[in-house]
């Protein structure tokens, strides 16, 4: 709807009703009803709402971008102690320290981070005699590899649904009541069009108000962008 915002449309709706107020007798007659004003409130009421679910769901997603952040450094911290612990049990050619992730180099995505989490949990059992007494990794290291390899998990499962279902549905549906809102402020400016087409004074009055629906371009709802790789 080009820079229309819903903020923009709540402050025509504003002068607009004044206007149905004052010129309502008038109006009334050419169709702009008590009925067409009561939808036109009602639109109003409904897109509110719908915009405060749809802002409400981008800043849950900003949080859940933090949590998801903060999970994969914790994760990566219990990783690091037993790709430490296995460099300090096995010699430096040891094939046993590619299954713990050593030199392993492919950045800290939440994907990788939870595919080395799993081999980690793995190769650790047969070899945790040796990574005990010497790695001193501890039973409380293996829990918190499953404790954090679980919430990272979760955080990301939370993150994808906010991304591919919750924010693009609550986007549909404030854009939905954005134009249902519209429809009847057109309908009501055409109107104030045939009433007022011999008076310029009242007529201004009305373009004046339609062009509050431009007056806020930047609190236009973005479409939601694809989730990015992990």
Same mark, same amino acid.
């Given at each position: 709807?080009?820079? &229309?915002?819903?903020?923009?449309?709540?402050?025509? *709706?504003?002068?607009?009703? /004044?206007?149905?107020?004052?010129?309502?007798?008038?109006?009334?007659?050419?169709?702009?009803?008590?009925?067409?004003?009561?939808? *036109?409130?009602?639109?109003?009421?409904? $897109? @509110?709402?719908?915009?405060?679910?749809?802002?409400?769901?981008?800043?849950?997603?900003?949080?859940?971008?933090?949590?998801?952040?903060?999970?994969?450094?914790?994760?990566? @911290?219990? &990783?690091?102690? !037993?790709?430490? /612990?296995? =460099?300090?049990? %096995?010699?430096?050619?040891?094939?046993?320290?590619?299954?713990?992730?050593?030199? +392993?180099?492919?950045?800290?995505?939440?994907?990788?981070?939870?595919?080395?989490? +799993?081999?980690?949990?793995?190769? %650790?059992?047969?070899?945790? /005699?040796? $990574?005990?007494?010497?790695?001193?990794?501890?039973?409380?290291?293996?829990?918190?590899?499953?404790?954090?390899?679980?919430?990272?998990?979760?955080?990301?499962?939370?993150? =994808?649904? $906010?991304?591919?279902?919750? &924010?693009?549905?609550?986007?549909?549906?404030?854009?939905?009541?954005?134009?249902?809102?519209?429809?009847?402020? +057109? !309908? &009501?400016?055409?109107?104030?069009?045939?009433? %007022?087409?011999? +008076?310029?004074?009242?007529?201004?009055?009305?373009?004046?108000?339609?062009?509050?629906?431009?007056?806020?371009?930047?609190?236009? #709802?973005?479409?939601?962008?694809? #989730? #990015?790789?992990?």
């Amino acid at each position: 709807m080009s820079n &229309i915002s819903s903020e923009g449309l709540e402050d025509e *709706y504003r002068s607009i009703d /004044a206007l149905c107020t004052t010129y309502a007798s008038v109006l009334e007659k050419r169709g702009v009803t008590a009925e067409v004003r009561a939808n *036109y409130a009602s639109a109003i009421n409904t $897109m @509110t709402m719908k915009r405060a679910a749809y802002y409400s769901a981008e800043s849950s997603k900003e949080e859940l971008t933090r949590e998801e952040k903060q999970a994969r450094a914790e994760l990566l @911290t219990v &990783i690091n102690a !037993f790709r430490q /612990a296995a =460099k300090d049990t %096995f010699p430096a050619r040891s094939p046993l320290l590619k299954k713990f992730h050593v030199g +392993d180099n492919h950045g800290n995505s939440t994907k990788t981070l939870l595919a080395w989490a +799993d081999d980690i949990k793995q190769n %650790f059992s047969p070899e945790n /005699a040796p $990574m005990k007494q010497k790695g001193g990794i501890l039973d409380e290291d293996l829990d918190a590899l499953t404790n954090e390899r679980i919430n990272l998990a979760s955080k990301d499962s939370q993150q =994808k649904t $906010m991304e591919t279902s919750t &924010i693009p549905t609550a986007f549909k549906e404030l854009t939905t009541s954005m134009n249902d809102v519209k429809t009847i402020a +057109d !309908f &009501i400016q055409g109107k104030a069009k045939m009433v %007022f087409a011999k +008076d310029k004074v009242t007529l201004k009055k009305f373009e004046q108000a339609k062009r509050l629906r431009f007056t806020q371009p930047g609190t236009k #709802p973005k479409a939601p962008e694809p #989730p #990015p790789a992990k």
